[in-house]
C-alpha cells in the first residue's frame, strides 16, 4: 500500500497515563478527512455499488413474502457479526432458542448474544424508520445497552462511554496493536462524528459517508466492549435512514469475517497514513460483493419455494394445512409441534399430520430421533441462509 501520508488527514499521538505509566494513544482527525475524497479514484466502483444495491432493494418483490426473507437474514448478520467478535454460536443454536426448543442444553453466552444483535437492529430501525429518530448518540448508547444486557461485557458499562482506556490486540496497551484516543477525549469525538452524520454533504455519496462513518467509529471506540458490533450496525442504520434502502438486507459482516485479516489491516493504514480511499475501495467492493450474494440468495429460496409447493399441491385436501405449517417453516425452519401450535390456529393433530405430510414428501426432518419433544427442520432452507456461517477459529488468526 504506497501511500504518500496527508499531513492534514493524520490525526495525532497523545501521551496518556495508565496504571502508573505513560502510554501513547491515537487521536483521529474529525471527518470529512483533507483534503477532501478522491472520488474519481473509485467512480466506476462506486457507480457498480449503488447499481448492485438498487438491484437488491428490488429484490423482495419477486418473493413470496419478503418479511420473511428479512426476519430470517436479519438473524444471519446478527450471527456473522458476534462471530467475527469471538462467538461460536451456529444458525442452528440460534433458531433453536428462539424457538424456545433446547434440546435438553442451557442457552450459551453465544447464542444470547447473538439474540441481543437481533434485538438491538430491530430496536434501532423501528427508532429509525417508525419514529423518525436521528442517529445520534442517545440512540447509539440506546443499541449498545441492549447488545450487552446480560451477556459478556454486560459488566462494562452498557450504554455509557467508556470512562478509562481501552485497546485493541495484545495483554497491555504498551504492546497492542491499536490504542484508541483517551476517555476524556472520546464525547467530543462521538460529537464531532455525529455532527458528521448528520451534515448535508451533498457533494459526498451516501456509501462513502457509510464508509467514513464506520471506520471512524471503530478509530475511536467509545466503549468498552461491543465497538465491532454496534459499528456494523451503524452501516445498515444509516443506509435506511437515508432512504438507500427500503429494508435492511445489506450486511457486510461475511465479506469482513472473510477477509477480516485485509479489513483490520486498513482500518491501521488509514490510521498510520491518511489514505481513506484505499479503505473506501475495499468497502465499495465489499457493498458490491455482498449485494450480489443477498440476492442470488433470495433467487435459490425463491427457487427452493416452487419447488416445494409442487411438492405439497399434489397431496390434495390436506395441501391447505400443510402449506399454513409450510409458510410458518420459512420464518422459523427449526420447529416443534407445540411451537407451531402456539402461532398457528390449527390443532395439535393437524399439525403433526401436516410435519409428517412435509418430512414424507422430503421438505422437513425430523432431528432429535425421540417419540416425544421432536424438533422438526428445514434443512434446505437452512443451508442457503446458514452459508458462510461457520464459526471462526480465533486461534488461527
Not at 100 to 127: C, F, I, T, W
Request: with cysteine.
Amino acid at each position: 500500500m504506497d501511500f504518500k501520508p496527508e499531513p492534514s488527514r493524520l490525526g495525532e499521538m497523545v501521551e496518556t497515563p495508565f496504571q502508573g505509566q505513560t502510554i501513547n494513544a491515537f487521536v483521529p482527525p474529525p471527518l470529512p478527512p483533507v483534503p477532501t475524497v478522491r472520488v474519481d479514484r473509485f467512480h466506476g466502483l462506486l457507480e457498480k455499488a449503488n447499481q448492485n444495491l438498487g438491484r437488491l432493494d428490488g429484490i423482495t418483490s419477486i418473493l413470496p413474502d419478503p418479511h420473511f426473507f428479512i426476519y430470517m437474514y436479519t438473524r444471519k448478520e446478527a450471527l456473522l457479526s458476534s462471530q467475527i467478535e469471538g462467538t461460536q454460536s451456529s444458525f442452528f443454536d440460534l433458531l433453536l432458542y428462539e424457538s424456545k426448543e433446547d434440546l435438553g442444553r442451557p442457552s450459551s453466552q453465544d447464542v444470547l448474544e447473538v439474540s441481543n444483535y437481533v434485538r438491538a437492529m430491530n430496536h434501532g430501525l423501528e427508532r429509525i424508520r417508525e419514529k423518525g429518530a436521528p442517529i445520534s448518540l442517545e440512540l447509539i448508547c440506546d443499541i449498545h445497552r441492549i447488545l450487552l444486557s446480560g451477556v459478556r461485557g454486560g459488566e462494562k458499562s452498557p450504554g455509557e462511554l467508556r470512562d478509562r482506556q481501552n485497546w485493541v490486540g495484545g495483554p497491555h496497551p504498551a504492546t497492542a496493536v491499536f490504542v484508541p484516543p483517551p476517555q476524556e477525549r472520546v464525547r467530543d469525538l462521538m460529537s464531532d462524528l455525529e455532527n458528521f452524520i448528520h451534515a448535508d454533504s451533498l457533494d459526498m455519496p451516501t456509501l462513502v459517508k457509510a464508509g467514513l462513518i464506520h471506520l471512524q467509529f471503530e478509530t475511536i471506540h467509545p466503549f468498552l466492549d461491543g465497538n465491532g458490533r454496534l459499528g456494523r450496525l451503524l452501516i445498515t442504520f444509516l443506509l435506511c435512514a437515508k432512504g438507500i434502502l427500503a429494508e435492511p438486507l445489506l450486511y457486510l459482516s461475511l465479506y469482513f469475517k472473510t477477509h477480516r485479516y485485509l479489513y483490520y489491516s486498513l482500518l491501521q493504514h488509514v490510521r498510520e497514513t491518511g489514505d481513506w480511499e484505499s479503505w473506501l475501495e475495499f468497502f465499495l467492493e465489499a457493498v458490491v460483493h455482498t449485494s450480489v450474494q443477498a440476492s442470488e440468495t433470495a433467487h435459490k429460496i425463491l427457487d427452493l419455494s416452487k419447488r416445494d409447493h409442487g411438492r405439497i399441491e399434489q397431496l390434495g385436501r390436506p395441501a391447505s394445512s400443510v402449506f399454513q405449517v409450510y409458510r410458518f417453516l420459512q420464518r422459523m425452519p427449526v420447529i416443534s409441534v407445540p411451537d407451531a401450535h402456539r402461532s398457528l390456529e390449527l390443532s395439535r393433530p393437524t399439525i403433526r399430520k401436516a410435519l409428517k405430510h412435509l418430512q414424507e414428501l422430503g421438505i422437513l426432518n425430523e432431528v432429535t430421533g425421540k417419540g416425544r419433544g421432536q424438533i422438526f427442520v428445514y434443512e434446505d432452507y437452512l443451508d442457503i441462509l446458514s452459508e458462510g456461517t461457520e464459526p471462526i477459529d480465533h486461534h488461527s488468526i
